[in-house]
């Protein structure tokens, strides 16, 4: 973590504009200080990408998209980074942030920076329009800075997910691990499942039944994971449901889209 640090601060001299990819479902949970912090200190510009929209609540996302426009200095798109016209979309809104630099002589360098697993490896496969980084639904895939030549006039750097250095708010470490930036083995499943059953019954709670078939107004988040246990047979012995089981079924579920599109964290 220190060494991706290290090499992404090094990098940034050589970098006009910071593409900061957020993933849509969790915008404030995907926002690391330390991205922030470090482009404050090159004073570089940069550009925020909602990115994974096609997952997303796209209700709420116009919301998030008009609260970040409403600050100053600060631009934003929404992005599939399977969406062919979304990427094309971000290049020219790249392009507008620093005119200045759309040369040969003066090519324009972005650097895409953000957490683990949120697409950066994707979006700059996409931009490439190839597939040169190694991408997978899992933290921590890249592992340094890689430089990548556009065209003439444009250089782009693919960089390691910098997850925070210290996560004192309990719903973004719940939203990072549901969302898969956090690895496995640091967080206890059966937590971040009653996580995510506490948003799904406060705003999707129609998503439950359509999947599960229970209707969960009178349920708490944990009798939701037990009933969805009891229907898919997840079970230790005799009549006891499995939790961790239910758990992965329903974070399972949840990432692969099969709720529909989900956003976990709405702006105030
Ligand atoms: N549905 C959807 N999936 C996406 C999108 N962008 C990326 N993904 C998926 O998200 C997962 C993570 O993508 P990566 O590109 O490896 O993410 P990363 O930010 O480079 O991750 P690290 O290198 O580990 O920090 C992969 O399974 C991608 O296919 C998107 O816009 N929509
Ligand atoms: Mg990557």
């Known amino acids: 973590m220190a060494q991706a ?8 001299k050589s970098v006009d504009l910071v593409v ?3 993933d849509a479902r969790m915008p404030p949970a995907s926002a690391n200080p330390l991205v922030e912090e470090l482009r404050l200190t090159r004073q570089r510009p940069v550009l925020k990408v909602l990115n994974k929209s096609d997952l997303a609540d796209p209700a709420v996302t116009k919301s998030w998209l008009q609260s970040f426009r409403a600050q100053d200095n600060l631009f934003a798109v929404e992005v599939c980074s399977k969406h062919k016209s979304d990427v094309r979309n971000l290049i020219r809104e790249a392009r507008k942030q620093v005119p200045h630099r759309s040369d040969a002589i003066k090519p324009l360098r972005m650097m895409v920076m953000g957490v683990p697993n949120v697409g950066k490896s994707t979006l700059l496969n996409a931009i490439l329009g190839r597939s040169v980084a190694k991408a997978a639904d899992e933290p921590a895939v890249t592992r340094s800075v890689s430089r990548y ?4 006039k444009t250089i782009i750097y693919d960089s390691p997910g910098l997850m925070w250095s210290k996560l004192d708010s309990r719903e973004n470490a719940y939203a990072l691990a549901v969302n898969n930036a956090i690895g496995v083995n640091a967080y206890v499943p059966e937590e971040v499942a009653v996580f995510l059953a506490e948003k799904l019954r406060l705003f999707y709670a129609n998503r439950i039944f359509d999947r599960y078939g229970f209707d969960s107004s009178n349920l708490d988040a944990n009798d939701i994971l037990q009933k969805i246990g009891n229907i898919r047979g997840a079970r230790i012995k005799g009549d006891e449901i499995d939790l961790e089981r239910s758990a992965n079924i329903l974070l399972t579920d949840y990432r692969k889209g099969k709720l529909g599109r989900i956003t976990i964290q709405v702006p105030n």
């Open 5 to 12: 640090k290290k090499s992404i601060a090094k990098a940034l």
């Open 20 to 22: 900061e990819v957020l």
């Open 149 to 152: 030549d556009l065209d003439e």
